[in-house]
């Protein structure tokens, strides 16, 4: 690994903190019905993506990473924006909030 | 090293309650402990605008966004708390393949970084440097040198966001000032008078 004693711990420990962050948010997708846990979860691996993109940009000591990173957060709040008001407009006037139940588009 | 591994642990423990939590705000509270953990890593990386940036829009704008439309939502939706979890049978060894498919990709990333050559160390500032790596400076400098056209890329997509959220939840009819509402009333009323007492 290039200048792996710059991180704090080895960029293994990186990769396994992400993947697990990120199966996390997997599992919280596919399990909640919920529609703003799932946004949450989204969050979660978005930020997991985050993580690992800075921390090879500080083993390789390359602030390409930082640029990707800034990028992913602008993203994230655009799709957490977005999604937020398709929340808004589709749960306002129901009792329940259940993804399931929203099926108008699938035919 | 400590660090990094109590914030390891906090990271998880408060994913999987973002994830198992029973109502959505224990959800957000989840997620702001989360992210000043990651905040606090992204310091311990020397990426310090990214913390700082980790911190506001996140914490300080997409958690208040979600704490909103809670709120906003909470108010006509009798059984929001208590959302019904259901998990298809598929779930379980489509997680598990996804797991297993991810750790490979990223070992075998990891294997392709390890054959490219390291840059000389020499070049590197020292750390607290005003032009250190990951520094303010450092990182404006490249936002607005070579990566410009994604930086600018960046503000197109907050623009088509802000009226997609616009056009979706917004309202429709156009705002008029309730004076001006009321003074349109007025003149309604006014007109149907005068109509009626020429009949």
Redesign the interface.
Known sequence: MPHADLLPVAIGNYIGLSLVIFCIGIAGVLLRRNPLIMLMSIELMWNAANLLFLAFSRAWLNNAGHIFAFLVITVAAAEAAIGLAIVVIVFRNAQNVDVDEVALLKG | ?I???AM?IV??LS??F??T?AK?VY??VG?LA??AA?AI??F????E??GV??II??SG??LM??LF??A??SS?????SE??????KI?YP??GA??VL??FL??AA?KF??A????S?AA?PPVGAANA??SVA??GR??FTV?LL?FEI?AF??M???I??IL??GDATPYVPVRKRQRIVDQEMREAVIREGRH
């Open positions: 090293m660090l990094f591994y390891a990271l998880i994913a999987i973002v994830v939590a959505p959800s957000v997620l989360h992210f990651l890593l992204y311990s990386l020397s990426a605008f990214l940036i980790q829009v996140y704008a997409i966004l979600f439309v809670i906003l939502l006509g939706v009798a059984a929001f959302g019904p979890n259901r998990l298809p779930a489509a997680a996804l797991a991810l750790g990223v070992f990891g970084h390890a490219v050559p390291a840059a160390k590197v790596f990951g450092d990182f490249a936002l990566d994604p960046t997509i907050l088509v966001a802000v997609g959220v979706l939840a």
